[in-house]
C-alpha cells in the first residue's frame, strides 16, 4: 500500500525555465492538496483538488502557477519562468474525502532555481 | 501574517523526561488543530488533533492541550524518547477539517541521551 509518491525528489531550474512537480495520491484518495514551504517556515496552503476540479486555490500565486489533478493521471503543479523566489520545498498530501481529520503528505519535491 | 506561531525555533530536552512544545494563533474561527512531526527529508506525519470542542486529547506518549481563552495549545511528551528528536509543526483549521491547515514555523526537538 504504497503513500503519496512524489517526484521527482530534487529539481534544479534555471531561471526562466519551466518545472513540473508530480504527485500519486495514495491508493483511494481522490482529493489532493499541494503546500509549499519555504526555508526555515511553515508549511503554506497552495491547491487543493479532486480529479478533474480545482476546488481552491486561494493559496496559488496569481500568476506563472497553475495545478491540475485529471481523471487518470497524477497530479501536476506547473510553475512557468521560474525564479530564485521559488526556491522551495513543495509537498503533496491526500485524503479519501473532504472533511478528513489527517493529510497524508508525500516527502516533497525540493525545487532549487538557479 | 502568521496565524500560528511556534515561537520556540528549537528545543532541547533529557530523554525519559517531558517535552513541551507550544503554539499560539490568533484567528478566533480556528476549530481543529492538529500537530504533525517532520524528519529530515521526509513529508510531515500526523501525530495527534483537537477539536475545539475538547480541551485535551491524549494517546499514548503524546497530549494535546487547548486554551481556547487564551488562543494557545501545546504538545506534551512522556516520556521523551531518542526517536522523538524531529521538527514539530502545530496546525490550525477553521472548517473542522483539514482541506485547508495554517501551519505553525515548526520547533525543532532534540532529545538528549
Known amino acids: 500500500n504504497a503513500g503519496v509518491m512524489q517526484n521527482p525528489r530534487h529539481l534544479v531550474r534555471r531561471r526562466g525555465q519551466e518545472a513540473r512537480l508530480r504527485c500519486s495520491p495514495m491508493?483511494?484518495?481522490?482529493?489532493v492538496y499541494w503546500y509549499r514551504q519555504l526555508p526555515e517556515e511553515g508549511l503554506k496552503f497552495m491547491v487543493y483538488l479532486q480529479k478533474e476540479n480545482i476546488i481552491d486555490e486561494s493559496g496559488m500565486p496569481k500568476e506563472r502557477f497553475s495545478a491540475e489533478f485529471p481523471k487518470e493521471g497524477p497530479s501536476i503543479l506547473r510553475i512557468q519562468q521560474v525564479v530564485r523566489g521559488d526556491s522551495a520545498a513543495y509537498f503533496c498530501a491526500s485524503s479519501p474525502q473532504a472533511g478528513l481529520e489527517k493529510l497524508f503528505f508525500g516527502s516533497g519535491t525540493q525545487l532549487s532555481v538557479l | 501574517d502568521q496565524q500560528v506561531k511556534q515561537n520556540s525555533p528549537s528545543l532541547s530536552v533529557q530523554e525519559g523526561r517531558i517535552s513541551i512544545l507550544n503554539c499560539d494563533y490568533t484567528n478566533s474561527m480556528f476549530d481543529y488543530f492538529l500537530w504533525y512531526k517532520k524528519y529530515p527529508a521526509e513529508g510531515p506525519t500526523f501525530l495527534i488533533s483537537i477539536s475545539s470542542i475538547k480541551d485535551k486529547n491524549e494517546d499514548g506518549r503524546f497530549t494535546v492541550f487547548l486554551n481556547k481563552s487564551a488562543k494557545h495549545l501545546s504538545l506534551h511528551i512522556v516520556p521523551s524518547q531518542p526517536g522523538d528528536s524531529a521538527v514539530y509543526f502545530c496546525a490550525a483549521s477553521a472548517n473542522q477539517g483539514a482541506q485547508k491547515l495554517v501551519f505553525g514555523q515548526g520547533t525543532r526537538l532534540t532529545i538528549n541521551p
Open positions: 491508493k483511494g484518495h481522490s482529493h
